[in-house]
């Protein structure tokens, strides 16, 4: 499998991204905002897209659909449950479902709701997994759900699906956010020394090359996984006075969504 992450350079700080088939050339685009970008990736690589991965409607996830679409005549896969939300989406998936690329890639298709109720991430089936997160997980933090989505959903996906992959699944988000939420993790968690030595390291990185995390790392310095943290339980307490003695994960990551809201 190769991966192609595209750092498209908007306000929004989207990444695009392509994966392909090493013997037949063919690729995959997941979220191809900047469609521009995405083709001329692919013909630099000597690529041919034949499909499009939406993880979800949102506009800045669609928006280049019709661009590849008129240039490459691909499918555009979704979550099945989002065809009135996606113009032209051809293939929907639900949990389980393989997408294949070419004759050697598999990327296995998760009902992931939370920053919208019809999201899909996809994982490959690779020695080394990779998760393609779109705007459920991103380096260091976690989705919004304030656009069709749901706090209690995004719980359960990090908590009984992400949380659950190995540890050396890499994580390829929609959009680079890591030196915000590493700021947000320490606000919550100031000793979190393994978050400080990261910013410290990506907060100049060259985001065309941006650092790929792996879970196990997001398990150290992403504090919607570290729900039983003593430090990061008192620091909410001053948020939520009434926060209960032994609060339950559910309750802290609840909590800390609504604080990463507005801060």
Same mark, same amino acid.
């Given at each position: 499998?190769?991966?192609?992450?595209?750092?498209?350079?908007?306000?929004?700080?989207?990444?695009?991204?392509?994966?392909?088939?090493?013997?037949?050339?063919?690729?995959? *685009?997941?979220?191809?905002?900047?469609?521009?970008?995405?083709?001329?990736?692919?013909?630099?690589?000597?690529?041919?897209?034949?499909?499009?991965?939406?993880?979800?409607?949102?506009?800045?996830?669609?928006?280049?659909?019709?661009?590849?679409?008129?240039?490459?005549?691909?499918?555009?896969? *979704?979550?099945?449950? *989002?065809?009135?939300?996606?113009?032209?989406?051809?293939?929907? /998936?639900?949990?389980?479902?393989?997408?294949?690329?070419?004759?050697?890639?598999?990327?296995?298709?998760?009902?992931?709701?939370?920053?919208?109720?019809?999201?899909?991430?996809?994982?490959? @089936?690779?020695?080394?997994?990779? /998760?393609?997160?779109?705007?459920?997980?991103?380096?260091?933090?976690?989705?919004?759900?304030?656009?069709?989505?749901? &706090?209690?959903?995004?719980?359960?996906?990090?908590?009984?699906?992400?949380?659950?992959?190995?540890?050396?699944?890499?994580?390829? &988000?929609?959009?680079?956010?890591?030196?915000?939420?590493?700021?947000?993790?320490?606000?919550?968690?100031?000793?979190?020394?393994?978050?400080?030595?990261?910013?410290?390291?990506?907060?100049? @990185?060259?985001?065309?090359?941006?650092?790929?995390?792996?879970?196990?790392?997001?398990?150290?310095?992403?504090?919607?996984?570290?729900?039983?943290?003593?430090?990061?339980?008192?620091? /909410?307490?001053?948020?939520?006075?009434?926060?209960?003695?032994?609060?339950?994960?559910?309750?802290?990551? /609840?909590?800390?969504?609504?604080?990463?809201?507005?801060?």
């Amino acid at each position: 499998m190769l991966v192609e992450q595209i750092w498209t350079e908007n306000n929004l700080r989207n990444f695009n991204y392509l994966i392909a088939c090493p013997e037949t050339g063919e690729a995959l *685009a997941i979220d191809p905002l900047e469609y521009g970008k995405c083709l001329d990736a692919a013909k630099n690589r000597g690529w041919e897209i034949t499909q499009i991965l939406n993880t979800h409607h949102h506009g800045d996830h669609i928006g280049g659909n019709q661009g590849v679409v008129d240039a490459t005549g691909a499918k555009v896969i *979704a979550h099945a449950e *989002a065809s009135a939300q996606i113009p032209g989406m051809d293939v929907g /998936l639900t949990a389980g479902d393989v997408v294949k690329v070419g004759k050697t890639v598999e990327l296995l298709a998760m009902d992931t709701p939370g920053h919208t109720m019809s999201h899909v991430c996809l994982l490959s @089936q690779t020695d080394v997994p990779a /998760l393609f997160a779109g705007d459920t997980l991103f380096n260091a933090g976690a989705g919004n759900c304030h656009n069709g989505g749901h &706090p209690e959903a995004l719980y359960s996906t990090f908590t009984q699906q992400i949380d659950k992959l190995p540890d050396d699944t890499q994580i390829y &988000p929609g959009h680079d956010y890591i030196v915000g939420n590493l700021n947000f993790t320490l606000d919550r968690e100031p000793e979190n020394t393994r978050a400080q030595s990261l910013l410290t390291e990506v907060e100049g @990185q060259d985001t065309h090359q941006a650092m790929v995390t792996t879970l196990g790392l997001e398990k150290e310095i992403n504090t919607f996984f570290r729900l039983g943290s003593s430090s990061v339980i008192a620091k /909410l307490r001053e948020a939520f006075p009434d926060l209960p003695a032994d609060p339950d994960e559910k309750t802290v990551f /609840l909590k800390l969504r609504e604080l990463r809201n507005d801060w």
